[in-house]
């Protein structure tokens, strides 16, 4: 084998870990509520068509991180932010990148379900409308394709006038989800999206996440272990603010490199 050719097969077999682009990279991000720092230094990579979970015990972080990606935290005053988070190598934090269009390219599903009180049709179409889709059968091709996308098309396609209310815990969060895509981003948040759903929904919902990491880069906080391992690629482990290793969900479940990793996910705390 020549130098080169071996070399080739090197970067090859390197690739996998390195080769997805970065959807999100955070660098030495802190985040402070009012006289409390919430998050230290945070470096992370999000990549595309990859599940990212985020995992460690209560108040250590996840949700604010989350929420920091789309700017959403900043909507309380009190929130000051330092370093620097890139989204597809653009400054999110610039003047020259409007919030409104960092919140298209990244949307976010939250814990409890929270459809709009309206009907199905109208959850799924308020983001398209609100973008200035205003064509009858573009919307309706935009409602079914979302709904399709988020797996409760056939559940619900002979109630799309129905309150969404009328709608199970399960479907409700499908429906969130459906609403999310409508507005095609690129990148979706979901904080804890099954905590609230029985073991059918909260299967259906993993079954789709795994689906949708196809088409989208997706990280998703998850106080269940099992979760995280079934469905992530590469897990991020928080802990009082800071992250303290983030690797592939393989290797933090097998043989995490930091003691703290492993006393959580084998149960010592949290
Ligand atoms: N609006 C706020 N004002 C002040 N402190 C806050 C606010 N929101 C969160 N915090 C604090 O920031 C820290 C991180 O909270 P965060 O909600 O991000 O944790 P989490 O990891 O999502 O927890 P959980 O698993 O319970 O959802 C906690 O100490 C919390 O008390
Ligand atoms: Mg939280």
């Known amino acids: 084998m020549t130098e080169l050719s071996m070399k080739k097969n090197v970067s090859i077999q390197e690739q996998p870990e390195e080769e997805r682009e970065s959807v999100f990279e955070a660098q030495g991000v802190n985040l402070w509520y009012g006289q409390t720092q919430a998050l230290h230094n945070i470096h992370l990579k999000q990549r595309e068509q990859e599940v990212t979970a985020v995992i460690g015990p209560s108040g250590c972080g996840k949700s604010t991180y989350l929420k920091t990606l789309n700017r959403m935290v900043e909507m309380n005053p009190e929130v000051r932010i330092s370093g620097n988070i890139s989204y597809r190598g653009r400054n999110i934090f610039s003047r020259r990148f409007p919030v409104e269009e960092l919140r298209t390219r990244v949307g976010m599903v939250f814990q409890k379900p929270n459809p709009f009180p309206k009907s199905v049709f ?105 979760q995280a391992a079934r469905i992530s690629d590469r897990t991020a482990f928080f802990l009082n603010g800071e992250v303290v290793e983030c690797d592939t969900t393989d290797r933090i479940f097998s043989n995490p490199s930091d003691d703290r990793t492993e006393d959580y996910i084998t149960g010592r705390f949290g």
């Open 122 to 226: 109208e959850n799924v179409a308020y983001g398209p409308k609100i973008h200035g889709i205003r064509d009858k059968q573009l919307l309706e091709q935009i409602v079914e394709e979302s709904l399709k996308g988020a797996a409760i098309w056939e559940e619900v396609k002979d109630r799309l006038h129905e309150n969404a209310f009328g709608l199970s815990g399960g479907q409700q969060q499908r429906l969130c989800i459906a609403r999310c895509l409508a507005v095609e981003p690129d990148v979706i948040l979901m904080d804890e999206p099954t905590s609230a759903l029985d073991p059918k929904s909260t299967m259906k919902v993993e079954e789709l996440v795994r689906e949708l990491k196809e088409t989208y880069s997706i990280m998703i906080v998850t106080h269940n272990m099992q």
